[in-house]
């Protein structure tokens, strides 16, 4: 396990990230991760989107 400090959508996230070799993609994000941070993807304009509520509660 590794944690990391990463930005999506100009917002500071921490997680703890579990690492697996020769995987199809770079970083796989789980549910655990898209849950708490109330991250909802959008698959038909290949984008994601963040609860700016949250957003605000984090970052104050």
């Known amino acids: 396990m590794v944690g990391l400090f990463f930005q999506l959508k ?26 708490f941070w109330k991250i909802r993807p959008d698959p038909v304009r290949e984008d994601v989107a963040i609860d700016k509520r949250l957003i605000q509660l984090k970052l104050v």
């Open 10 to 35: 100009g917002v500071p996230i921490a997680h703890t990230f579990i690492v697996a070799r020769h995987l199809s993609e770079e970083v796989i994000i789980g549910t655990d991760l898209i849950q």
